[in-house]
Every structure is written in structure tokens, then in C-alpha cells.
């Protein structure tokens, strides 16, 4: 009994956060569909989440894209399929790559900042504040976000999908000397509607995940300085997890046949 009493409370402990992370959801969501709305701080975290993040993202789909024109063409060259290249990274960009690497990307810069922001509000009391003086602070400091998320982060996926296929592009015309009417014909041909709205739909979910991780994280952070540190790291890590596992699962629901 003394070596099985851990594992009993870790998952005793496992499923209580489970169930608070769907009460605490299910709480947010309801919210998001009923009024009052502040817009004007939706507008302030869509800006905080959408134009602020550009830089990074665009900055990773450019390189990646660039690593994955290279990469590929080295693997296709033993089999003389060189020309499948393009089709390669258009498909890899805007189903898998530029959803995965943004959602990572938002997640490191807003999901800390979020449980941060939200979690120093809580050790100083701030959020007792706030219900003292009638402001449901899920209206106020939970709602903004996860609206913003979900609606910034497939913007930013659209970004990253231009920017990375364009980065592919300039390796393969300027580095492998491809023809660019040929690589742009090759990228057009295989694109399908599918391709890019899956990554949107899946961007989506990640944003909401995102934002949601952040949000409870610091709702329910405890312990002054080392719970907000805790609280920011644990809003980071559990965001990552679930992005890679939703991509997985909606990846099997969009492209199973």
C-alpha cells in the first residue's frame, strides 16, 4: 500500500484537474455566447495576440520553409523525384507545419504572458477586486482572450502559410535552381481548398487551447511569485501538449477517408 499511495494520489489529483479544467471551460464558453462582451478589450487582445506575434511567426514559417525545400530535395534527389518538391512543401505548410509551428510559437509568447498577467492579478487580489465591484472577472479577463485567440490565431496561420511556402520558393528557384513558373505551377496544381482550411480549422482550436491554458493556469494560481512562475509554466507546457495531441486527432477526423 505505501508504494501504490503516490500513484492513487497523483491520478486522484490527475482527474480533480480535469474536472475543474471542464468546469472552468465550460464556464468561459457560456460566457463568450452571452452579453455583456467587452469589445473594447477583445480589440486590445487580438492586437496583443494577432499583430504582436508576426514577427515570430513569420520568421519561423520563412525558415522552416527554407529547411524544408532543402531537406526534401536531398531526400528526392536518390530517387530522382525532384520535382515533387513543391508539392512537398505547400502540403506540409498549410496542413501540418504552419498550424503546429504557430500554435508553439503563440503559445510560448501569450500562453506564458496570459497566465502571468492573470496569475499576479490573483496572488494580489486584484480578481476579489474586481468581484467586489460587480465585474465577473470571466467577462472581463477570461472571455477577451479566448475570443481573441480563436480568432487571431488562423490569421496568423494564413500568415504563416504565404510566408513559408514562400520560403521554399526562394531555396528552391535561387538554391536548386527550379523555374519558378514550373514551382508555382507544381505548388498550384496540388493545392486543394481542403489543404488550407484544414490548417485554418485546426489553427482555431489550437488558439482557443492556447488561450484557455493560459486563463486557467493563472485563474487558479496560488503561492505569491513561485506560483505565478509555476502558473506560467505549466500554461506553456500544457499547451503545447494539447496542440500536438489535437493535431494528431484532427488530422485522423479531416483526412481519414
Known sequence: MPLLAPVGRSFLYFLNTCGNLALFTAVAVSHCVRPPIY????????????????????????FTGMVLALQSYTGFARFQAESALAAVVVLSITRELGPVLAGLMVAGRIGAAMAAEIGTMRVTEQIDALTTLSTNPMKYLVVPRLIAGL?????????????????????????????????????????????????????????????????YHGYYSRGGAEGVGNATTNAVVSASILILMSNYLLTGLLFTE
Open 39 to 62: 469589445a473594447r478589450l477583445v480589440l486590445n487582445q487580438m492586437v496583443q495576440i494577432g499583430y504582436y506575434s508576426l514577427p515570430v511567426v513569420g520568421m519561423t514559417a520563412v
Open 151 to 215: 480568432t487571431m490565431l488562423p490569421l496568423l496561420v494564413l500568415v504563416a502559410d504565404v510566408v513559408g511556402v514562400f520560403g521554399g520558393f526562394i531555396v528552391a528557384v535561387y538554391r536548386l535552381d527550379f523555374n519558378p513558373a514550373i514551382y508555382i505551377g507544381n505548388s498550384w496544381d496540388i493545392l486543394e481548398p481542403i489543404d488550407v482550411v484544414s490548417g485554418l480549422i485546426k489553427a482555431a482550436v489550437f488558439g482557443f487551447l492556447i488561450s484557455l491554458m493560459g486563463c
